[in-house]
T-cell receptor, first 114, second 115 residues
Framework: GENVEQHPSTLSVQEGDSAVIKCTYSDSASNYFPWYKQELGKRPQLIIDIRSNVGEKKDQRIAVTLNKTAKHFSLHITETQPEDSAVYFCAASWGYQGAQKLVFGQGTRLTINP | EAQVTQNPRYLITVTGKKLTVTCSQNMNHEYMSWYRQDPGLGLRQIYYSMNVEVTDKGDVPEGYKVSRKEKRNFPLILESPSPNQTSLYFC??????????????FGPGTRLTVL
């Protein structure tokens, strides 16, 4: 089955700097890669996603890149702000018997230092 | 308001005492899923459902049961809970599961402790 590895497990950056979180996946059939943000005590919420036919996607300060050949994808946050502090999860998904099986990475705790 | 709700939000129980965690969504989503979240392991899928009366195992189904008798409800049943099922549980739903790969909306979570 699919396996998703996420690094680093913790990341601390100064406010205004950039943060990068990386994920690798094992199943070349995976074709959908969402990123979820989970604030302390809250539920995960989708922040950005990318499909396998796209190499990069950007939404304001957040961007995701995908390298299908290397089977890795990354989340980039620029001009970080205190409200970016949270746990971030990457995930990989593919159609399995018509169903949506989402496999998550282990999570990255991002701390933005003022 | 479009939402996914779970009950209870917190539960402390003892080994072997059957329990049910309810999940309900008001968005008419076909797809629903249960995850457990454990430190260092991320979110792991327990069971999912494509539609009424259609359920299938996720990656960690052992010790759990589900049912989907109505489109809006997807309860998680622990017939004989054990301490290793102590975890934070999330229900999620999405519109048109399968190849559409739509966003999954998560419930608020249920923190379960099994003594």
């Amino acid at each position: 089955g699919e396996n998703v590895e996420q690094h680093p497990s913790t990341l601390s950056v100064q406010e205004g700097d950039s943060a990068v979180i990386k994920c690798t996946y094992s199943d070349s059939a995976s074709n959908y890669f969402p990123w979820y943000k989970q604030e302390l005590g809250k539920r995960p919420q989708l922040i950005i996603d990318i499909r396998s036919n796209v190499g990069e996607k950007k939404d304001q300060r957040i961007a995701v890149t995908l390298n299908k050949t290397a089977k890795h994808f990354s989340l980039h946050i620029t001009e970080t702000q205190p409200e970016d502090s949270a746990v971030y999860f990457c995930a990989a998904s593919w159609g399995y018997q018509g169903a949506q099986k989402l496999v998550f990475g282990q999570g990255t705790r991002l701390t933005i230092n003022p | 308001e479009a939402q996914v709700t779970q009950n209870p939000r917190y539960l402390i129980t003892v080994t072997g005492k059957k329990l049910t965690v309810t999940c309900s969504q008001n968005m008419n989503h076909e797809y629903m899923s249960w995850y457990r979240q454990d430190p260092g392991l991320g979110l792991r899928q327990i069971y999912y459902s494509m539609n009424v009366e259609v359920t299938d195992k996720g990656d960690v189904p052992e010790g759990y049961k589900v049912s989907r008798k109505e489109k809006r409800n997807f309860p998680l049943i622990l017939e004989s809970p054990s301490p290793n099922q102590t975890s934070l549980y999330f229900c999620a739903s999405s519109l048109l599961g399968g190849r559409s790969y739509n966003e999954q909306f998560f419930g608020p979570g249920t923190r379960l402790t099994v003594l």
